[in-house]
């Protein structure tokens, strides 16, 4: 994408990101990241019992965000990127933990790495 303007922010770290979607999924580079939403129980230890299937896979979070579910009060989706490819065996089998974990996960997509400037 073409950048328009720089340095317009008030602050040196501040940095925007932004994604091309596709239908078209990317195949694997070796450097890439994948990003999912879920949904979990509101009870505790729901949440760690997601997490910890990114340790015992070795698998690093790179992002994880909560936003309100617009069904239920104290109910949450969870946008979580992460790096490794979902084609990758060893992520889809991590995956497919989660996802029996989950209320829902949606895998949103995998895509190449990119590094800041």
Not at 63 to 76: C, D, F, G, L, V
Not at 96 to 103: A, D, F, R
């Amino acid at each position: 994408m073409p950048v328009i303007s720089e340095g317009i922010a008030n602050n040196s770290n501040n940095h925007t990101r932004f994604l091309i979607l596709s239908k078209n999924n990317k195949e694997e580079t070796g450097k890439d990241k994948t990003s999912i939403i879920f949904s979990i129980k509101h009870e505790p230890g729901s949440l760690h019992r997601i997490i910890e299937n990114f340790h015992n896979y070795n698998v690093n979070l790179t992002k994880i965000e909560s936003r309100p579910t617009k069904a239920n009060t104290w109910e949450y989706n969870f946008y979580v990127d992460f790096e490794g490819h979902a084609k990758n065996s060893r992520i889809a089998e991590m995956l497919e933990k989660i996802n029996h974990e989950t209320l829902f996960m949606k895998i949103l997509g995998s895509y190449p790495s990119a590094k800041l400037n």
